[in-house]
């Protein structure tokens, strides 16, 4: 296996699968499968998930609500995917812990670095829940927060679409995929591959990212193993 330690960051709104809103438990438990068989190769797993899904602070302002007030419901959101994916695990027998950036003691840890360090040394897939604690932020940037904190080896972006391409492939079909790009390029190119704040902690930690189709049952096996599909992201 390549990696060690390494960051898992998903969409809330993958976990919708063709649904319109909320969760699809099928693609959930696709989800834990796959996460399953890559820690049953020894890899230290930690996961991010968005809360887009369900609620998003930038889309709820635009209606008329206060932003704090809605990013807070939007990290709100992303504890109840949490609790989801937590809960699909454990059914596939896998030891997990969700831990907080917004206290909730009774149905989970708050965020300390060190016992997040731990329960991976440990065998417990962490869960990340409740972004950052702070609003005017992303899960995108919890993601790269929490995988600088716990060290981790790479953050792994798992989208629907399989990399990173000259254009969007969803407008685009011409647009060509990168296998590996750097930083640099990918801020002279205008590219879209995480919001800036999550995208520059990842530059200045040397961090690598790479982007990847989730949705393909197999692809995060392929990737920890270090196959070159997707777009790797690095300095
Ligand atoms: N959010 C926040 N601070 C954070 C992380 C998330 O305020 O540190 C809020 C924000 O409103 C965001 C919502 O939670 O819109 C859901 O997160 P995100 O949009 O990153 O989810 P994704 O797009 O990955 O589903």
Redesign the pocket.
């Known amino acids: 296996m390549k990696y060690k330690r390494i960051l898992l960051?998903?969409?809330?709104?993958?976990l919708m699968g063709d649904k319109q809103y909320g969760i699809d438990s099928d693609r959930v438990l696709q989800y834990a499968r796959d996460i399953k068989a890559v820690f049953d190769k020894g890899i230290e797993i930690a996961i991010v998930?968005?809360?887009?899904?369900?609620?998003?602070?930038?889309?709820?302002e635009k209606s008329g609500m206060d932003r704090v007030q809605?990013?807070?419901?939007?990290?709100l959101?992303?504890v109840i995917?949490s609790m989801a994916l937590q809960d699909a695990l454990e059914k596939l027998s896998v030891k997990t812990r969700l831990m907080t950036?917004i206290k909730m003691e009774q149905i989970c840890e708050p965020f300390i670095r060190r016992r997040a360090v731990r329960h991976l040394e440990k065998r417990r897939i962490v869960i990340f829940g409740?972004?950052?604690?702070?609003?005017?932020?992303?899960?995108?940037?919890?993601a790269s927060l929490r995988a600088i904190e716990v060290q981790a080896d790479v953050v792994l972006k798992g989208t629907r679409v399989d990399g990173i391409y000259t254009a969007d492939p969803e407008k685009f079909p011409e647009a060509v995929k990168y296998d590996e790009i750097t930083f640099q390029e990918v801020y002279d190119r205008g590219l879209n591959v995480m919001d800036m704040t999550a995208f520059t902690l990842c530059q200045e930690n040397k961090l690598p990212i790479i982007v990847f189709d989730m949705n393909k049952p197999g692809n995060f096996m392929r990737i920890a193993n270090g196959d070159t599909i997707g777009t790797l992201v690095r300095g």
Do not use: W
Request: glycine share 20%.
């Open positions: 960051k998903l969409s809330g709104e993958s998930i968005g809360g887009g899904n369900i609620f998003r602070g930038l889309s709820a809605a990013d807070y419901m939007g990290m959101a992303t995917n950036a409740a972004g950052t604690g702070n609003p005017y932020f992303t899960t995108d940037t919890c």
